[in-house]
């Protein structure tokens, strides 16, 4: 495919950019992640594994960082569920783990989490991705359901939030994208019933 399937201009003289030309390079540059990690991720390749030419890239991103932030944070929206409300905290902490275990479990992110967190030492705008995009957003679900807790009285109100909302969120983190170890039902109960007791300890 040639850069010319960009096709028509806008009335401005701005080139349009095509949905499913943007389609195609999105999926390259997830291809590409996980086939050769964020480091050696490029423009030319994307655009080769895309079909399209590399000012199809240009047209849409000034950088490969720019381009590869804009899918990840886009690709994390795109999978931030509602925080779960149950009206009871062991059932809230329940429902939270299984759809991080979900969420986790994906092959794409199993295949290329580990290597984002390591490039984010040393590119500062995939760290203000990981932050912002990842990061924030789990830890204020976690941090509403445990204000929730607290307001029912299942929490202490000395509840250090900080440490609560780590240990809502380490855990699976850790032993999926670092251990890659598999979680079954069994252990997410268990989990449960162990966040469950550490939070009702970690007050002030």
């Known amino acids: 495919m040639s850069t010319s ?3 028509a201009r806008a009335v401005s003289g701005g080139a349009v950019l095509r949905p499913r030309v943007t389609d195609a390079i999105t999926e390259a540059a997830f291809a590409e992640l996980a086939e050769t990690g964020y480091a050696r991720t490029s423009m030319d390749a994307v655009a080769r594994r895309a079909g399209v030419g590399k000012a199809a890239l240009y047209r849409r991103w000034r950088s490969k960082q720019a381009m590869l932030a804009e ?4 690709k994390v929206a795109d999978a931030l569920p509602p925080t779960p409300d149950t009206g009871a905290l ?3 902490l329940r429902e939270l783990f299984a ?3 979900a969420q986790l479990d994906n092959p794409l992110i199993t295949r290329i989490g580990a290597g984002l967190l390591a490039e984010a030492e040393h590119d500062a705008t995939l760290a203000e991705v990981l932050q912002t995009g990842v990061a924030e957003p789990r830890r204020a679900a976690a941090c509403a359901i445990l204000r929730a807790a607290v307001d ?5 109100s000395g509840l ?3 440490l609560g909302i780590d240990l809502l969120i380490a855990p699976l983190a ?4 670092v251990l890659k170890s598999p979680i079954d039902d069994g252990y997410l109960e268990t989990l449960t019933r162990a966040v469950e007791a550490a939070l009702k300890a970690a007050s002030s």
């Open 5 to 7: 399937d960009e096709g």
């Open 71 to 74: 899918l990840i944070r886009d």
């Open 90 to 92: 062991r059932t809230d």
């Open 99 to 101: 759809t991080f275990r």
């Open 152 to 156: 029912r009285g299942e929490l202490p």
């Open 160 to 162: 250090e939030f900080e």
């Open 174 to 177: 850790f032993r999926m994208l």
